[in-house]
């Protein structure tokens, strides 16, 4: 399918959009508010996924949620001690009108982080919307990110009766470390994507600009390396053991001296490491996490590679067994500049966003970019849009806030693109 | 006081106590056996001591225990997550009928291990006086320590009257990992004791055999580091953090190369390493746990030197700062010939055990050796002794299990040899 | 001084200038095939200083040569076993006729490198004019640059006599490594120098084009440290020993641990490690060289302090003692906008170079920048420029050789710099 | 054959043989001194060996010498700069009468040290003898060892016309670092010896005492190993590198930990390491020289193998070749009770040496142990002596120096227990 379907919202559809979203922004920052209050860890959105999913019945989408939309894919990075329900969460609604056109995906996410939110001088706790769950708090957006996901199913619902083609919108679990992605792609929901809109609020990007050019997602990687050997007294016999840790030390050291690169954003971090279990004892096993990052895929697959051999290595220099689990994953990513100029065009019809900036870089690593390049590598279209949102503290932090001003901003976006892409009001 | 003490058990004497053993040996098997489904974990010793504080109250010693003998002492080595009571355990029986004579003490140990005992083809199982507490056993041999400790002080009771010097029956707290001991010489006991007799059953030596001229006690210090840097994010600026995870494995194979030497029974032994929180933060945080141990105290006094030294530079090497606490600790030990030639002699006339090894390799860390050094380094004697008792299966095992022949055989000896240096009888 | 100084040639001096620059092309290209045959090593730049010395004494310069002009300044990284003479090159034209007006610097290098000059397929070799020393070889361009020193010696002395300011023209020793131009700054030459012109022929600008708005200097440092530690029998007392190749080692591992940031063009290299003398002797002594890189300098003093700290901190882990030797030095640099705009000007009206380029990427270290700052340092002005010339091969390798015909451009455009600064027919 | 030759010399053929050696005594001493004057490094006893086997022919011996000895056996550890000759030295005398009777050989080892002999307060600069060779010196005894070996053949030669057996007088080359003695046995000589005999003056053992029952020996392997990877530029392209010298710095850290052992003498050193040509470059070699100890083979064995993987692993973390050559080798050895008896009874009817220690531990590594090692392997017997000298100062120091009085007992002793081994004068 060619991308004739970029076309531009009507007047009269930007008309009536915006008369829809200016009515519903009260309800978007109330329904910001209620999931602000009730942060679930990634893989363990159970109360959010129910709320999401009943609130799309009660719109008449078909809903698939939890195990019926990953379809017995791989949960990458699970808990280790999961609790009843956890990586059966997420869910997303699908409407199909039987109309030929093309078949467009929305995705936010919907997980917090393991973060206690601030008290003091923090206007959620001083208006008496915080976090009701300890030691967890929405600190990077997503619960901005579900408001206006339910807010476009909301207010597209009514139209979509005229649409030509299909909508998805997917309510994504475990976006935190780069796990839920992949599972969504390895259920096949790409397959037949021919347009992919994701989006990312606040990021540096002011209240009222809106960074369409966007560049610099950090393709990562996350990995967890069990070290196995054998005990032995480490008095008696220590040539008897075979030491995990220090064949997790060696390797520690040895990973971090494979981020040299004339490449850009070359990086790798062991995280954590846990190993040996009792002082007069060879230790027996070792568990280290690390993440590696870099500009381009090429170099990530590169690093991979080389710090696999560290970790085998290291192991047989002290002849124990090593494995290497894979949990979570990033790519990267450039926003094509015809879905680049398309949005803007829109963006300038809709008066959604007053400002559009030249280009952005999004520093940082976002697992929709394995949504993306998947559309993307079977000649559908895809574009991630950061929407400018002042915010009181840095992303992952326990003062973090933003201006829900963006909320509308972003729905009326959204509602737009999406709209015109399906020919609503051609 | 010259060691003019060391006089052997009269005729007389040897016949009343190998009547009275006699007569005891099924109260000390039993004694073993409810000790035995009762450990508990150094310092966490307070039913056991209890018990056996208890005991010798009702045999009309004055009876110091807890704190109370610790004296603000302080103690190695307590977990991480005290109970309340942790830390105020042991006992200490102390006889003194005012006559003039020399302060002997004889010092047993009562600590358990975190070990899950054996269930199939176990004695102790099968004849239902096996640990009744998860994970813990009596797998060293304290708990038939114990029944002895009781056992002399049931016995050598009504013989005091005529005791010329003073007794004191130590029920020692924390043996394992070397912790208890130092709190006691701290708290001051040591510092008029004339004659210092502690003992382990088993190692190898097997019944009916003592092992009197004991040699090989290895010297040990164990340690517990922690390394604090400062947290960035690995992606943005991992300049901007402090490694502190990079300095503990650094110093974790820095250590180990320190332990080539000519000198004997030289080890260093990094047994635990828990570092940092997350996959992407530089970690700021890692803590590692390691012993050192050498046969002579000259050469374990050296690598503590190196080991320190090594620790401080890994830290300065990646900017992070170091602290290091001592949690367990004990000495090299030599039994001097004459408290060997005395207690053989003395082992001939009370008949307690048929064979005396030549010379034994105790081969092992015990920190009765703090006690016999401090009572050594002011003028007295002492003598650690192994009383032989074939076992089921190795020390800290979880089918350990000893002959309790050895108890009768060892009371005897023990009754024998304080009595005679009591001049009780003579 | 203001940069009034800073004006365009007028025509006439144009005309003077093609004219003099079209005659000494033949000239120019001899002059370079002579210097390529007598390439000398840094330092050691004897006959070529004496060569240039003569030739410039002889055009009524007054010249200040070897150990007159570095004024007893530090000789960073003098060979290991230096030959007579060695350190004492170099030198500098000095021409000043009294008149007021600004101090210039023209600064070219002179030394060649430790490469065997291809024999195949080379012109120099089939031609004749091949290097004449073993193992030696000008093969950075920099007997291109003698040339050209040479020929604005040549064509701008007759018309000195009208200048307003003073000329110097630096034939600097020792670039390659960063070496020669820090004693020249010590020597205090740029303390009043107004206006600096540093060129550089090659690296990737093709014949015809001209890099006036480069950036991309890469800051640079190059050490040499040394371990000291204590022999000892390997079999009988390695623990008497303090062995300095293990030092060396975590050195360098950790050195190269510290290549990680978020700030650009960070690198840590240790490129040589010597240690030890014997197989069975604990070594007592090792010695690295490495260097670091940054993109701005900041960066490069803050790596430079960690560095410093890992080599200490290495060696206090094997107590053994360290010292840290700087052996070159290069600074970032940035042409700034007046200079690149004036640069532009006058070539346009020279007609030197056809093509200006927008910008360019040095993309590598060049200790012109050590002077260059000096000058910006103290309110001059200062400009490194890349001379365009297509390269048979890449620089530093057996087959470089360069299009001669940028000889004659760089000439003309520098004596029209130099004269237009100097007020010369004006 | 059963050992039945190990008889004693009969009261006729002591007489003689105290005879002959007093009479020799003069010679003895200055034959020593004169090879003390001309010392040659192992695998360069180029003029020894001519001087030796000139001697030995003029006695009417049969002389293999050098590369007609060693029969294309392989030379460890040559020299990297070969020399004319190097590595065809060595010699050995052969008597073979043709009267049935055990094989007999009887080794000395002949090459000296690099070591600059002391000339200040030390006996044979002195005395005018010293060393006539820069930086090489006899500082071990082997030309004591020489003076002895022709001692013995020039005695036992008249002596031979009725011995019962064959005589061989191995004159071995490059014993230091463990080389010549593995060449002797791959060339086959080993293969009928019945009885063998190697001797060693000094060691500790005090001038008239003789030790028979010598234990201690260290195994030992000496091998240099060789990573190769891949060259970069370090600035542009460090992840395009290979880097071999960081696999080296990771290998020596890591054979340094497998010393810790329960077996004794176990030891690893790295005694050089070479890595990298260049400051910007990333290293692509690396050399480093170890060696292993251990008191036992089965242990050295162990550490042999743990140390290939940790190299192989060490190369791999850093994706360079490596390549391990053994240079040297020893094994442990003890001399059988049936020797040691035997010796004894011989010496004390020769009156060789006053004093024969109860055991001593050699304390050092011997490749005459391969040499024993093969001969008991096939049924032979074999003893490796230290024959009692006092010394000016340590073996393998500028000082060294021995007590000459040891030259006469030595050879009488070896004269008497071969003669009477071969049936002389019985």
Redesign the interface.
Known sequence: MSNEFLGLPSRALVDRLQSDVGALSPWLTRTRREFHALPELGWREIETTRRIATELTGLGYKVVAGSDMLRGACRFGMSAAPIPGEGDTGCMAVFDGGRAGPTICLRVDIDALPIDEAVCGHRPASEGWASAVPSVMHACGHDGHIAMGLGVARILRPLLEEAAGRLLILFQPAEE?GRGARAVVEAGWMADVDLFLAIHIGLGVPSGSLALDVDGF?A?R?FKTRFSGLAAH???????GR?A??A???A???L??L?????PG??????????????????DE?VL???I?AAEMP?LQ?LDM?CR??I????????VASSMEL??EASDWHNPPKIVEWAKSANSELSAFPTVLDAHAF???EDATLLASAVAGRGGVAGIFVLGADIADGHHTPHFDFDETVLARGTLLLTGLIAAALSIGR
Chains 1, 2, 3, 4 share one sequence.
């Open positions: 470390g950090l990562t996350k480490a008095g008696k016999s220590p040539e008897q030491n840790l220090l997790a030390c060696q520690t050291l040895g971090h001296s981020a040299q690169s004339g490449e070359i990086r790798v971090n062991v995280g954590t490491l846990r190993g040996g279990k009792a002082l007069n004892v060879v230790p070792a996490e690390f993440d990052r170099a590169m080389r051999r560290m085998e290595a290291s192991a047989a220099a002290y002849e949990r979570g520093g940082a690593s």
